[in-house]
């Protein structure tokens, strides 16, 4: 097959000039720009959460776009399924560079800030099985107001259940709330006698 190609000039030809476009020295004003840009740029790295790459992005790529034109800058930030890849922000002016990576590791504090108050939570409490019913209240009348109020579920234990353990579930600072309103239910009554 090799007798083939070496016989077929047009093929020859093809190789001798793909082989010689490979070892081709770069034109001397290319490789003076290449240098510069090299010499010249500014590289600072950012440590982020693949999922929060997506911040960076924005909507149609329209965050990194005006984070690049603000600062005069490029932001290479790493493929979705890429794992332990920090992001990129290059630039020419260092103070320029240094100002774009504040300003990125703000905007995912901010989500993770987000993300944390808007995701929810379940917390367990332990409250005596036999205060059980005293902090429930009759048909409710108790726990009702801390669970309307806070936008929170709170569950007992079955009453077939010896477990002392009850679940708050919902936003972290309602959560909080509610356990704070369970424990002063639970003061309110005395203490349980053998």
């Not at 776009?65 to 920090?86: A, H, M, T």
């Not at 917390?123 to 209240?137: D, E, F, N, S």
């Not at 959560?175 to 006698?193: A, K």
Request: glycine residues 6%.
């Amino acid at each position: 097959m090799s007798s083939r190609l070496n016989n077929n000039p047009f093929e020859r030809r093809q190789v001798m000039k793909v082989n010689q476009e490979k070892s081709r020295p770069l034109p001397p004003w290319m490789s003076r720009m290449r240098a510069q840009w090299v010499e010249e740029t500014v590289s600072e790295t950012v440590k982020a959460d693949n999922c929060l790459f997506g911040v960076i992005i924005g909507p149609g790529g329209s965050t990194m776009k005006e984070l690049q034109v603000k600062y005069n800058i490029r932001v290479l930030v790493p493929r979705k399924g890429s794992k332990d890849e920090p992001i990129i922000v290059e630039g020419k002016d260092k103070t320029l560079v240094k100002d774009a990576v504040l300003r990125i590791k703000a905007l995912i504090a901010e989500e993770k800030e987000r993300r944390r108050v808007t995701t929810p939570v379940s917390q367990t409490l332990c409250i005596p099985k036999a205060l059980h019913g005293k902090v429930i209240g009759l048909k409710g009348q108790n726990i009702r107001p801390v669970t309307q109020a806070l936008k929170i579920k709170i569950k007992f234990p079955n009453k077939n259940d010896n477990s002392d353990e009850v679940t708050l579930t919902g936003l972290p600072d309602q959560v909080d709330q509610g356990i704070s309103r369970l424990l002063n239910l639970v003061t309110r009554f005395p203490p349980c006698r053998a």
